[in-house]
């Protein structure tokens, strides 16, 4: 592969990039719910440090994102061996929450196959995601 920095520079386009004058625009439509309400206003200007003149102008702007604190829900099952004297064999339930003697949940393998293959993420970068932004010990071996 070429670096970048040694590629030659692309022709620049011709058109004028957006919607032509007069057509609608396009965005992301705005959620219906509102979970936070902030308000944020200056006490001085931050060019020269000088006082503000109240005036009763504002805009409104909503952010969607994740939570700070995202934290595993980490449930422990009691699961009861019972014998069966017709089959003479100890049986128990089975926990649909997991994969058979598997230690995480449905939802982290979904979210670790998705970034993996999906996204083509490493073992390594998943990890650290895993354990940075959600809290979630995981090593490449699990």
Same mark, same amino acid.
Request: proline content about 10%; charged content about 30%; some cysteine.
């Given at each position: 592969?070429?670096?970048?920095? %040694?590629?030659?520079?692309?022709?620049?386009?011709?058109?004028?990039?957006? %919607?032509?004058?007069? =057509?609608?625009?396009?965005?992301?439509?705005?959620?219906?719910?509102?979970?936070?309400?902030?308000?944020h206003?200056?006490?001085?200007?931050?060019?020269?440090?000088?006082?503000?003149?109240?005036?009763?102008?504002?805009?409104?702007?909503?952010?969607?994102?994740?939570?700070e604190d995202?934290?595993?829900?980490?449930?422990?099952?009691?699961? @009861?061996?019972?014998?069966?004297?017709?089959?003479?064999?100890?049986?128990e339930?089975?926990?649909?929450? %997991? +994969?058979?003697? %598997?230690?995480?949940? =449905?939802?982290?393998?979904?979210?670790?196959? @998705?970034l993996?293959?999906?996204?083509?993420?490493?073992?390594?970068?998943?990890?650290?995601? +895993?354990?940075? =932004? +959600?809290?979630?010990?995981?090593?490449?071996?699990?």
């Amino acid at each position: 592969m070429v670096p970048i920095y %040694a590629k030659p520079n692309a022709p620049r386009r011709g058109k004028k990039p957006g %919607a032509k004058n007069g =057509h609608s625009g396009h965005r992301r439509t705005t959620p219906k719910k509102v979970d936070q309400r902030r308000t944020h206003r200056l006490k001085r200007c931050p060019h020269c440090d000088g006082p503000l003149q109240r005036c009763d102008r504002r805009r409104t702007r909503t952010i969607e994102d994740i939570p700070e604190d995202i934290q595993p829900v980490i449930t422990e099952h009691t699961i @009861w061996r019972d014998h069966c004297p017709r089959c003479k064999k100890h049986v128990e339930p089975v926990v649909p929450d %997991a +994969l058979p003697r %598997a230690t995480i949940g =449905h939802h982290v393998i979904a979210l670790t196959a @998705w970034l993996q293959y999906g996204l083509g993420v490493t073992i390594d970068q998943i990890t650290d995601i +895993l354990s940075y =932004h +959600l809290q979630t010990k995981l090593t490449p071996g699990d």
